[in-house]
């Protein structure tokens, strides 16, 4: 029988007492971006672009920005154990091993006994990223990302994991889908985090690049149609799961060798579920600059789903005309770390899109940057014969990039026009949401099914990523980390990099 | 996944049947016997109790909202299921929890910060170097296997609060109910949907009203009754039904119509019940003085 028919009514002073310690149930932090928020890299910057007309394709990765900070002088201490080849991680001193395991943490699992590191394969503020494959007959080959240690001094310390680290580990170790790269495990081990991911022998940029060099060659239309379809699924599968990406770029889109898209790096990543204060106020900037929604250089505090659909957009451009669409150049933090307005960014949109309006994009006058976009005005750039800007930028890419105009199957067509329009769209609420693209009539036009092998039908065959297998060479990276291997860094490059971070 | 809590690792990994969860806590104790008979505890509710309290204190030095403790309360349950609580050091694993679980609710908090307010509340257990807390940070996620986003009820009351007319206090009602639930292993044994309806229930039939009693004793009845049906609810003998009992009602009609496993509901109302009888006993110094004596003999605050 129900207990509580004897238990009348529960001790009400309990009850009361949960209500008297000061913490209402809704409350909302007070300080929720204290001035010394928990990430050791916040708010660095990195170096401006200096050649503001660059219409070069890309001639190689440093092209790219980031939402990394790149770090000068950062020696990884894992890179090297004395007297194994090829080995990059360096275990912690047999003493600190010794030590009882009683209070202090120690592994339990051991990446070295685990994972045989190959190469090294990038770098960026967070750490390295290696190439390794299993030991004990463990098939396939990884992708180890190593965050770096904080040091203070000569010695590696505890000093708190990031708050984006934690994210990443909490959001890679919960979701799963085909179109996610895949997290094998995350080891913690001598004060290193390493997350280790299925390991995927493409990325979009590299993809790109490829076709750029040495002539400029159209990634084939069905190629391309594949590879948004796929990206769109996985966006998706984020959104329905109220996960926000919020750094969608080509590098980090990975792509396997069968042809499957995977979207990578969630380090800037977050739930949206009911946020208790705007997300504005977690992380001041997100998403790569070529890649940032019109509402974010315009200074929205409450963002949506939305910017990631505006970051397809972007990618869709580049596969096409294997070039940024929008390369604007980053302005930089001041020294009081106020987020300054994107004047040249929001140029370029503009120049392509024409200006913003009120009719179109009714929430605008409300953007905290509004009064800035009177300043670009003279800047818009005439679309020609009646046609809108972005109406012509396609069909003038198209041409350039070397589509055929027939048949159907080999050209992105009006249909692919007509999807780009909708999610370069200024307004965030009208702008497609993912579900919506995937059922744009682009990805049936022609009566073909998407497939789920990007690759398929592809003659060419791409190359694999490069990994550097030398010693030598990653011991110099130490010099400001090779952004990726064989490349120079950014920062030698002299590029816009960007990210403040939570 | 993030927002499902069917795919999520909550489900997956950290929900256990009683048996389970009690052979896992059977065996941490067969592992250190010694350990074990050397230094009594505390009934483990009175420990939890304890525990909400101490965060509670921490949480108020930075204005942390409930969700945030509650999900540090959820770490630290999980993290002494799978590590014996006499081989630590309890006063760090609450600071450490608190930190984490800040920075997965989106309101992060320095560690210095997190330390020093730490060490001011438990000056004998707490040292000044963040480097310990950082450790600590380490052991948590490696045992949590870095699944650290959690599925709290609270999310449920809201979505339920109106579709079952609930008046203000009687979600407020709930809502500390919930607050509560976190002292007892509800969290790893039922889903948070399956808690908050038990909470909804209790807030609206605990009311100390007479009315609110027949109607808790008549929806006991419905809900013990395996033939379920709203139709056939009892204690409507007079025709007038006052608010609270159509409250109640709307409840029973709700729960009968969905999927809520309704043993499971009634399973943890009892479990609630006996948490407020058992806490009556509570004292404070006991725990206190029996965490201090393990945590000081075995040098762990150090």
Redesign the interface.
């Known amino acids: 029988m129900f207990p509580y028919s004897n238990h009348a009514v529960v001790p009400p002073s309990f009850l009361r007492n949960r209500f008297d310690n000061g913490i209402t149930p809704e409350h909302d932090d007070p300080f929720p971006n204290s001035p010394e928020s928990d990430s050791p890299e916040s708010s660095t910057t990195g170096s401006v672009c200096l050649d503001p007309d660059c219409h070069e394709p890309h001639s190689s990765e440093s092209d790219y920005p980031t939402t990394d900070t790149t770090e000068p002088e950062y020696i990884d201490p894992g890179l090297r154990e004395p007297h194994s080849h090829g080995v990059f991680f360096v275990t912690e001193s047999s003493e600190a091993r010794k030590m009882p395991p009683t209070n202090g943490y120690t592994s339990k699992v051991r990446v070295l006994d685990r994972y045989k590191v190959v190469g090294f394969i990038s770098s960026g503020t967070y750490g390295r990223v290696y190439k390794a494959v299993g030991h004990n007959g463990m098939a396939g080959e990884f992708a180890i990302k190593k965050f770096k240690p904080d040091k203070e001094g000569e010695t590696i310390q505890y000093t708190g994991i990031s708050q984006s680290a934690c994210r990443e580990m909490a959001l890679c170790s919960e979701l799963s889908h085909p179109n996610m790269i895949h997290l094998v495990e995350i080891i913690l081990e001598d004060k290193c985090i390493f997350m280790v991911f299925e390991y995927a022998e493409h990325d979009l940029l590299q993809i790109i690049q490829h076709h750029s060099q040495p002539t400029r060659h159209p990634i084939l239309a069905s190629a391309v149609r594949s590879i948004l379809f796929q990206l769109l699924n996985g966006l998706l599968y984020l959104h329905t799961n109220w996960v926000l990406h919020r750094d969608l770029k080509p590098a980090n889109i990975m792509v396997t060798s069968k042809g499957e898209v995977r979207i990578g790096d969630l380090g800037l990543a977050r739930l949206f579920y009911k946020p208790l204060h705007s997300l504005f106020s977690g992380d001041k900037v997100v998403v790569t600059i070529w890649y940032r929604a019109p509402e974010l250089l315009l200074g929205s505090k409450h963002y949506t789903p939305a910017v990631d659909l505006w970051a397809v957009g972007c990618i869709f451009a580049e596969l096409l005309s294997l070039r940024p669409i929008f390369k604007g150049e980053e302005a930089k933090m001041d020294s009081k770390k106020t987020v300054p307005f994107q004047k040249n960014q929001m140029q370029k949109i503009v120049e392509i899109l024409g200006m913003p309006t009120r009719d179109k994009w009714p929430g605008l006058i409300h953007q905290a940057e509004y009064g800035q976009l009177q300043t670009l005005s003279s800047y818009v750039r005439e679309g020609n014969n009646g046609k809108s800007g972005l109406e012509s930028w396609y069909w003038n890419t198209l041409r350039s990039t070397g589509y055929q105009d027939s048949p159907p199957s080999v050209t992105p067509g009006q249909q692919g026009l007509d999807l780009l329009s909708k999610l370069l769209e200024y307004d965030p609420e009208k702008r497609l949401t993912a579900e919506q693209a995937l059922q744009h009539p682009y990805f049936t036009a022609n009566g073909e099914k998407v497939s789920a092998n990007c690759f398929e039908g592809m003659s060419t065959q791409y190359p694999s990523r490069r990994v550097s297998q030398d010693d030598n060479d990653i011991r110099t990276s130490s010099l400001p980390g090779t952004k990726r291997n064989g490349f120079p860094d950014d920062s030698l490059a002299g590029r816009p990099t960007k990210r403040m971070k939570d | ?4 809590y069917w ?3 909550q489900r997956r990994h950290w929900q256990f049947s009683r048996e389970a969860l009690a052979e896992i806590r059977q065996k941490l104790e067969d592992d250190d016997r010694a350990l074990v008979q050397q230094y009594p505890l505390p009934d483990r509710r009175f420990l939890s109790h304890f525990f909400n309290l101490q965060l ?1 204190k921490l ?2 030095k ?5 969700q945030a ?1 509650a999900t540090a309360q959820i770490y630290i349950r999980r993290f002494y299921s799978k590590v014996e609580i006499r ?3 309890p006063y760090l694993v609450l600071a450490t929890a608190f ?2 679980a800040c ?2 609710e ?8 997190v330390v020093s307010e730490s060490r001011q509340l438990w000056p004998d257990f707490i040292i000044s170097d ?10 948590l ?2 045992e949590m ?5 959690i599925h709290h009820p ?2 449920t009351l809201q979505s339920l609060q109106n579709t079952l007319s609930m008046a203000q206090d009687d979600t ?2 709930a ?3 919930i ?2 639930h976190y002292m007892t292993d509800l969290p790893l044994l039922y889903p948070p949907h399956v808690i908050a309806v038990t909470a909804i229930f ?1 807030a609206l039939t ?1 009311k ?1 009203t007479q009315a609110g ?1 027949q109607a ?2 008549s929806t ?2 419905a ?2 009754s395996t033939t379920l049906m709203p139709k056939d609810q009892p204690g409507s003998g007079n025709g007038v039904l006052n608010t609270q009992q159509k409250k109640v009602q709307n409840l029973v009609s709700w729960l009968a119509e969905g999927e809520i496993d309704i043993q499971s509901a ?1 399973e943890c ?2 479990e609630i ?2 948490l ?2 058992v ?2 006993q509570y004292n404070e110094k006991t725990c206190k003085e029996q965490i201090g004596r393990f945590v000081k003999a ?3 605050e ?1």
């Open positions: 996944m993030a927002a499902d795919a999520s690792t509670a949480g108020k930075f204005m942390i909202r409930q403790l081989r630590t050091n930190y984490l920075k997965m989106e309101c992060p908090q320095h560690i210095r910060m963040v480097s310990k807390l950082g450790e600590c940070e380490f052991y996620i490696s296997n870095s699944q650290l986003i609270y999310r407020s009602l809502w500390s109910i607050n509560d209790l605990l100390p009693l808790a004793a006991a009845a809900l013990s009634v109302s009892q019940i006996s407020y009888d806490l009556e075995r040098g762990l150090k």
